[in-house]
């Protein structure tokens, strides 16, 4: 009897290890994904940088870069509040400087407005979201 328990006792030990382990495998989250692209031409072949994307510790894109044959084409950074919501999207030109940015606001956890604004925080566009719910 005292043997049957050590044994049911082991094997519990034994599973909550097992599943702690896989839960802390399930839980790595990617940091960053960068592609390249390789391009052949005849004998030639020529290696890019394609994009770029990092993400926060929540799984939030933050950065999204894309190339054209290795040069920077477009490029944006994002930010996010408690709720994963997005709240900023930055677009900089290939050269890094600012070329506009929205800002989002949310009402009840649903987007309710993105507001588009130049480099010098001129409001270009306003969009307003309205729900229907059942």
Known sequence: ???RYILILTLMISLSVALNAQQ???EK???SI???QEKYDMLVARKY???EQYFDSKGNLIEDITYK???IDKHFKYQYDADNNKTKE???DPSGRLIEFSEYKYENGLRSEKLVYDSN???KSKKTYVYTTY
């Open 29 to 31: 989250k990617i940091k």
């Open 121 to 123: 925080k001129k409001l």
């Open 1 to 3: 009897m005292k043997t």
């Open 24 to 26: 802390k495998e399930s």
């Open 49 to 51: 940088k394609d994009t």
């Open 34 to 36: 960068i592609v390249t």
């Open 90 to 92: 930055e677009e900089f």
């Open 69 to 71: 044959q290795g040069k």
